[in-house]
C-alpha cells in the first residue's frame, strides 16, 4: 500500500513543481484577479495555494493512472483486509 502511495505521491510532486515554475514565469501573482476582484495575497501565500492546488489535481491523476494499471483482481480485493 505504502509503495502504491509513493506511485501517486512522487511523481504528482515533481509535476506540481514544474507546473509552478512555468505558471509563474508567466503569470505575475501580484497581478491575479477572482472575477473583478483583486486578489490582495502576499506573493508567497499565491506560491504556496497554487503549488497545493496544482500538486491536488497531479495526484489525482496519477492515482487514476495507478488505478488504471491494476489488475480487475487487485481492484476487487479489500485494502485493509486482515
Do not use: K
Not at 497581478?31 to 501565500?45: F, H, I, K, M, V
Amino acid at each position: 500500500m505504502t509503495h502504491r502511495l509513493l506511485w501517486i505521491v512522487w511523481p504528482a510532486f515533481l509535476g506540481a513543481c514544474v507546473l509552478e515554475l512555468l505558471v509563474f514565469a508567466v503569470v505575475d501573482p501580484a497581478e491575479l484577479r477572482w472575477g473583478s476582484y483583486t486578489l490582495d495575497w502576499s506573493r508567497q501565500a499565491v506560491y504556496t495555494v497554487s503549488f497545493f492546488v496544482f500538486w491536488i489535481v497531479t495526484m489525482g491523476a496519477c492515482a487514476l493512472t495507478t488505478l488504471l494499471r491494476l489488475d480487475p483482481s487487485e481492484v476487487n480485493e479489500a485494502p485493509f483486509a486482515p
